[in-house]
């Protein structure tokens, strides 16, 4: 069964994924019903989760959008200038809508050329002239900063580093989906998402970043659910593991590296982790493609959120 969720951001926030999420929920877990139950909790998703969960996506008029998939891009010789250029915005699209998803889905859309010779492109999204009405709401709306940080020296007031961080302020309600595979633990994950409410997510907790609201959501995303496959697009980004085909898949690479929580220890560096971005289009030999991976004794999560495709390139 798969769910959904509204968040809506009430202040300056670090970049939020799938990880974000969990982590967050690992904590308020922790919290609820102890670090032995949390142990056991993660020891037991390793072999058999309980839940998959996406990275947020924006809402536009709750209507739900989608990281455009990395289709095949088809080259076509003779191309003039002006053909070219007529790509640009598509290829630097971040998102597409619920109707061009389905077609994806479908094979109705299997290359980037299909994709940019049947729909319309506005800023970051691809849709169906139909859907919008008013091309203005269309526009996606952020407010990015960079705050500069000052550490200093408490014992000779000396400073010690300065540094550069990336926030953003998100008017934009985005979801997120969650999948149960045990449909009995639902009631504990909503249970923990009001902690995360109070706690908040990400980074910058300390200074008021993170303040968010999660509330279910009500969406028509049944068709998400009726079509199994090997061949998907992922809404969370991935740690490759041995189910991952590299050579049957379409993804793209991403480096990430963090601290854990220092809300209630000391924040310690975690190792740097390559991800398969989301929208890759990832081809899987058994039930599961990603991990949730132990190092340092902490957990970094990596797991599929997959969209099965009706069809692949072989």
């Known amino acids: ?3 959904a969720y509204k968040i809506r951001y009430l202040s ?15 904590w308020a877990y922790r919290f609820l019903y102890g670090n032995n139950q949390l142990i056991e909790f993660l020891e037991t998703f390793s072999k058999n989760p309980k839940f998959l969960i996406s990275s947020p996506f924006p809402l536009l008029k709750d209507k739900p959008l989608f990281p455009k998939p990395l289709l095949k891009l088809e080259t076509e010789e003779n191309l003039s200038i002006i053909d070219k250029l007529k790509r640009k915005p598509y290829k630097k699209a971040s ?42 709401e269309i526009l996606l709306k952020y407010h990015n ?40 633990f639902q009631s504990k994950f909503e249970e923990a998402l009001k902690f995360i409410e ?32 090997n061949f998907f697009i ?3 980004p991935i740690i490759p593991d041995k189910n991952l085909v590299a050579n049957k898949s379409y993804y793209n690479l991403r480096t990430f590296q963090s601290y854990t929580e220092g809300t209630f220890s000391d924040g310690i560096l975690k190792n740097k982790i390559i991800y398969l971005e989301e929208g890759s289009l990832i081809y899987k030999e058994n039930s599961y493609a990603g991990i949730l ?22």
């Open 1 to 3: 069964m798969i769910k």
């Open 234 to 236: 992922t809404l969370s």
């Open 293 to 314: 991976k132990k190092m340092k004794n902490i957990y970094q999560y990596g797991l599929e959120f997959p969209i099965y495709l009706r069809w692949n390139y072989e």
């Open 145 to 184: 900063i960079i705050q500069t940080h000052n550490l200093i020296n408490r014992y000779n007031n000396i400073t010690e580093n300065l540094y550069f961080e990336n926030g953003r302020f998100t008017p934009q309600e985005h979801y997120f989906l969650v999948q149960f595979c045990d449909l009995e």
């Open 95 to 136: 998102f597409i809508t619920i109707n061009v998803l389905k077609d994806i889905i479908d094979g109705n859309i299997k290359t980037q050329n299909d994709l940019m010779k049947t729909y319309n492109v506005k800023g970051s999204i691809i849709y169906k002239s139909e859907e919008f009405q008013n091309k203005e």
């Open 198 to 229: 109070d706690l908040g997510i990400g980074g910058n907790k300390n200074i008021g970043w993170g303040k968010i609201e999660i509330e279910p959501l009500n969406l028509d995303i049944s068709f998400l659910q009726n079509h199994q496959s």
């Open 12 to 26: 300056f926030h670090t970049e939020i994924k799938s990880y974000t999420i969990f982590g967050a929920f690992c």
